[in-house]
């Protein structure tokens, strides 16, 4: 018998009021995770990810509406939650490390009175008791003289460094759910490989599930169990992550992969391939398949209806009217 998700999210909206009519940030997306799995949610900039994050975690802002058939994490209700009982999750048993590391620190404090105090608001502990199970987080997270650096304020700090210390600031309850919104945004390369594997060991060691937002296909392909694929606040394509990458079955993932230069392949100096057009508007309503007008297999059907999620088999699915074969011929 299988175990129950941990996290289970079905018909998600996130709406907001504008001057110009209400934007569907995000358009009924469902999907689930198991705990310890990694999920990675990936797709331009823009799509609806972060929202859809800020949704499980009650942040979104004061314009923006949730609405949901099922957004259950760990047998709660989310959507029945008061304010007070969220705060009590958040930073708790459902953590998130935000997209910026220097506007999610406070610059009035030191570091260490932030870390400190997450763990005093939701566990019954000395401050000395927090204050030494920080400076063991940050030796964790690979932080050198911890002791000092728990002293310093955020402004003091390279970028890398406060990226590693809201890592530890998002462990310091042990949560089951750790969400990360693009933590390696404005880092160099070899950053970025460090705190992927970190986040990955770190995983495996506290025994949590992980959701990890990013524009980047290329750095999920070794830390995620499964991919799904949003564009213009939908999920077009889940899978596995290996099925994913050999697979590809939605048109526009296979526009994202095909940018992607190749080892031994791409000419140097070449010239990558892109994805013609721009995103469509999300205000108002929408009929048929958001990305037709950028679509090189589009056809009149893709304008005319809704598009279901199609069942390609082996728990991968796609939002798209052409059937499997006529797909896999395409990503071939």
Do not use: W
């Amino acid at each position: 018998m299988a175990a129950s998700p941990l996290l289970e999210v079905e018909g998600l909206f996130v709406e907001i009021d504008t001057a110009d009519g209400v934007l569907h940030a995000v358009r009924g997306i469902d999907f689930s995770l198991q705990a310890g799995e990694t999920l990675c949610i990936v797709g331009e900039s823009g799509c609806g990810k972060s929202l859809t994050a800020l949704a499980l975690m009650g942040l979104l802002p004061r314009r923006a509406q949730r609405r949901a058939r099922t957004l259950c994490f760990d047998g709660i209700d989310l959507l029945a939650q008061s304010p007070a009982a969220m705060r009590q999750l958040r930073g708790n048993r459902l953590s998130m490390i935000f997209q910026e590391p220097m506007t999610s620190l406070n610059p009035a404090f030191t570091v260490g009175d932030q870390i400190v105090d997450v763990m005093r608001q939701h566990r019954k502990v000395t401050r000395a008791e927090a204050h030494d199970h920080a400076l063991h987080l940050f030796e964790r997270v690979g932080i050198s003289a911890a002791a000092a650096r728990l002293r310093q304020y955020p402004h003091e700090l390279s970028g890398g460094l406060r990226q590693r210390m809201l890592i530890a600031m998002a462990l310091m309850c042990g949560p089951r759910l750790l969400l990360a919104d693009e933590p390696t945004t404005a880092l160099d390369v070899t950053i970025q490989a460090e705190l992927l594997r970190l986040l990955a060991d770190l995983q495996k060691e506290f025994g949590m599930a992980l959701i990890l937002i990013t524009h980047d296909l290329g750095l999920v392909s070794r830390i995620a169990d499964r991919i799904a694929v949003m564009y213009a606040g939908e999920i077009v394509e889940t899978a596995g992550v290996e099925m994913l990458f050999k697979d590809p079955m939605h048109p526009y993932t296979q526009g994202l992969l095909e940018c992607l230069p190749v080892p031994g392949a791409t000419p140097p100096m070449g010239r990558l391939p892109s994805i013609p057009g721009i995103v469509p508007s999300l205000i108002g309503g929408r009929q048929g398949c958001g990305f037709s007008e950028r679509c090189r297999y589009a056809m009149p059907e893709c304008a005319q209806h809704a598009i279901a999620l199609r069942d390609a088999g082996r728990q991968h699915d796609y939002r798209c009217v052409r059937p499997p074969e006529q797909n896999r011929t395409r990503a071939a």
